[in-house]
């Protein structure tokens, strides 16, 4: 043991001299690949976008106004803050992190340094440069577009300086590409801001490596097959039949809890119960007038067809020939009848309206059924109102009817055989 730590002890100087003339060795140049340096900058770009997307659908829920008025400013804080996160504190974006690239700086000899060993002032300036002046450009360009700038006569003072943004946007678009160019040929600057302040990436370690870390496009990958999995789940699932379900299974609890709440909430008299069971909401609107439409119109403020805007004036007759005409002494019905249907509980509704709330009554598969607006009794069945025409005989229908057809000559085949009462011209 003795002779091997006198053998170390004996070579510690040499193994000194080797350390010292390793370290004074100056490094290669080593090649820095452009791949890399490009790949950063789109990955800190999908970045700032996966982190500003759920924040402009959470305020689209609260205010659309709100996201589109203040996008860009909600952007601009986004980057703002990554920026302090990452090249201020460490001198290096999240993207070229993961390209295990950093910043340096050429002939600094400032001072003051930020966290990250770089030049206050310069990351200041590049900060600016890159993240603040685009956002007011962004800024500046919305307004004049909104207020119409590129359509003001050419002696215009706003049109003048439409034409030198538009200009400058043109030499910064070329300069930007003879930059892109000098870049694909050396390497070492990839954007003009990068140029103008002398900031390049290099290796963050001294032997490097073409390893990339794979953990931020793995949580990506399984994001997305998360959600193509879901794509492909969803479809076998019938949104109409869980619907239905939910829909009977609260029905089923509401029958079970009703007798409780009638044992709790006892009526006050036998015959309000009854008289519940056997009038609708609309039992007193007239018979000649149909209950659905008056129920739909009072949530809808416009009147669906144009002859009943003139049926709700007083005094007026619709015509679908011609515009209306005033009649004295006359009151049309506000909610006319048009192709009667009539209930399995002797009541006279709209076809189109009588057929849109049997088929969403099945839709929603209520145990109940769809009642009746004037009776509350259960509609099971439906058929074609027939009515039968007494010639000669003055008697007057209960229920009046509009229809483009002409009584004497077609109505026989359109209404089938009469049955129940007459009907005047």
Same mark, same amino acid.
């Given at each position: ?25 100056? *490094?290669? =140049? ?30 689209? @829920? ?11 400013? @909600?952007? @601009?804080?986004?980057? @703002? ?18 390209? +295990? ?14 966290? /990250?060993?770089?030049?206050? =002032?310069?990351? #200041? ?9 685009? %956002? ?5 360009? $919305? ?5 119409? &700038?590129? +359509? ?9 300086? &439409? ?40 290796? *963050?370690?001294?032997? *490097? ?13 399984? &994001? ?8 492909? #789940? ?13 829909? /009977? /299974? ?41 209950? $659905?439409? *008056? ?45 009667? %249907? ?42 074609? %109102?027939?009515?039968? $025409? ?7 229908? +209960?229920?009046?009817?509009? /229809? ?22």
């Amino acid at each position: 043991m003795s002779t091997l730590e006198d053998a170390w002890q004996s070579a510690q100087p040499r193994l000194s001299q080797i350390r010292a003339a390793l370290n004074s060795t100056p *490094a290669a =140049n080593q090649r820095i690949a452009r791949v890399g340096q490009l790949d950063s900058e789109l990955l800190d770009q999908e970045l700032a976008q996966l982190l500003q997307e759920p924040i402009n659908k959470a305020l689209s @829920l609260i205010s659309p106004s709100f996201r589109s008025n203040f996008e860009p400013e @909600l952007g @601009l804080l986004i980057q @703002l803050t990554l920026y302090k996160l990452s090249i201020w504190n460490s001198g290096a974006t999240y993207g070229a992190k993961l390209q +295990d690239l950093r910043y340096v700086v050429q002939d600094s000899s400032s001072t003051c340094l930020a966290p /990250s060993n770089l030049p206050r =002032n310069t990351l #200041l300036l590049h900060g600016t440069l890159s993240l603040v002046l685009p %956002y007011f450009h962004n800024r500046f360009r $919305i307004h004049a577009l909104s207020h119409a &700038w590129p +359509d003001a006569p050419s002696s215009d003072q706003r049109r003048k300086i &439409w034409d030198v943004l538009v200009s400058a946007e043109s030499v910064y678009a070329f300069a930007g590409l003879l930059n892109f160019i000098a870049f694909l040929w050396g390497g070492r600057y990839r954007t003009l801001t990068d140029r103008l302040l002398k900031m390049r990436l290099v290796p *963050a370690r001294r032997l *490097a490596k073409r390893d990339v870390s794979y953990e931020f496009m793995n949580r990506q990958m399984v &994001w997305h097959a998360f959600t193509e999995f879901l794509l492909f #789940l969803l479809p076998l699932f019938n949104a109409r039949t869980l619907r239905r379900t939910f829909l /009977s /299974s609260i029905s089923s609890i509401s029958a079970i809890l009703r007798p409780l709440r009638m044992a709790l909430n006892p009526p006050a008299s036998a015959e309000k119960p009854q008289l519940r069971q056997t009038r609708g909401k609309y039992w007193s609107l007239p018979l000649d007038q149909c209950a $659905i439409c *008056a129920q739909s119109s009072q949530f809808n403020l416009t009147a669906p067809v144009q002859e009943n805007i003139f049926s709700l004036l007083p005094g007026t007759t619709s015509s679908l020939d011609g515009p209306p005409e005033t009649t004295a002494g006359t009151e049309p019905p506000a909610h006319p009848l048009y192709n009667p %249907y009539e209930t399995s509980c002797g009541h006279i509704y709209c076809y189109h309206c009588l057929a849109e709330q049997m088929l969403r009554t099945a839709d929603e598969d209520s145990r109940t059924g769809w009642e009746c607006l004037r009776c509350a009794q259960e509609v099971k069945e439906v058929h074609r %109102y027939v009515v039968d $025409i007494i010639e000669g005989e003055n008697s007057e229908s +209960d229920y009046e009817f509009s /229809s483009d057809l002409d009584i004497g000559t077609d109505l026989s085949g359109s209404m089938g055989s009469f049955s129940e009462s007459g009907f005047s011209e």
